[in-house]
């Protein structure tokens, strides 16, 4: 496994499709290939149609790899995976979108502002100079954490609140 990034508390690392192929075969699986507590929810554990359609794009298209795939957001001290975070796609006349999930146990600690943190700056280093997010409009906590981010709010569009950031 490659890890992506590293910060003060947590390793990013990209998933693959032996990650992928682990899950669908069971968590201790994943735990065996790749060495990692999986407590990320339902952020790790979706539909296997969504497991496979991730698989089948990292399968297609490699070359978005590592940049536009999910990111396993892994606590450094205790190898486990709490969510993830990824760019949705390789950057457009420099525009990617960005989206992020992570178990409600480990809210309020952080770990997202810092997960969000790094993968600004790694695709900023990567052609990425405006960044977009949407959220819920009652999801405060995620309002919070692109606020502190730097992201502004552009508009309200189909009940969801779209921010961008502009990462230069």
Same mark, same amino acid.
């Given at each position: 496994?490659?890890?992506?990034?590293?910060?003060?508390?947590? !390793?990013?690392?990209?998933?693959?499709?032996?990650?992928?192929?682990?899950?669908?075969?069971?968590?201790?699986?994943?735990?065996?290939?790749?060495?990692?507590?999986?407590?990320?929810?339902?952020?790790?554990?979706?539909?296997? #149609?969504?497991?496979?359609? !991730?698989?089948?794009?990292?399968?297609?298209?490699?070359?978005?790899?590592?940049?536009?795939?999910? #990111?396993? !957001?892994?606590?450094?001290?205790?190898?486990?995976?709490?969510?993830?975070?990824?760019?949705?796609?390789?950057?457009?006349?420099?525009?990617?979108?960005?989206?992020?999930?992570?178990?409600?146990?480990?809210?309020?600690?952080?770990?997202?502002?810092?997960?969000?943190?790094?993968?600004?700056?790694?695709?900023?280093?990567?052609?990425?100079?405006?960044? !977009?997010?949407?959220?819920?409009?009652?999801?405060?906590?995620?309002?919070?954490?692109?606020?502190?981010?730097?992201?502004?709010?552009?508009?309200?569009?189909?009940?969801?609140?779209?921010?961008?950031?502009?990462?230069?």
């Amino acid at each position: 496994m490659k890890t992506l990034l590293e910060t003060e508390r947590l !390793i990013l690392i990209p998933i693959d499709a032996e990650i992928i192929d682990a899950l669908l075969e069971s968590n201790d699986c994943f735990n065996h290939v790749s060495g990692l507590i999986n407590d990320a929810g339902e952020y790790l554990n979706p539909h296997p #149609q969504y497991l496979l359609k !991730i698989r089948d794009r990292l399968l297609a298209h490699p070359e978005e790899y590592p940049l536009a795939v999910d #990111q396993l !957001i892994v606590i450094r001290d205790t190898r486990t995976v709490i969510g993830t975070i990824y760019f949705k796609s390789l950057p457009l006349n420099g525009v990617s979108e960005i989206g992020y999930g992570m178990n409600p146990v480990y809210w309020g600690k952080g770990y997202m502002s810092e997960a969000l943190k790094a993968m600004l700056r790694y695709g900023g280093e990567n052609g990425i100079s405006e960044v !977009i997010a949407d959220t819920t409009m009652d999801n405060i906590r995620s309002q919070n954490v692109l606020k502190r981010n730097g992201f502004v709010l552009k508009e309200e569009k189909d009940g969801k609140l779209i921010f961008i950031r502009d990462n230069t």
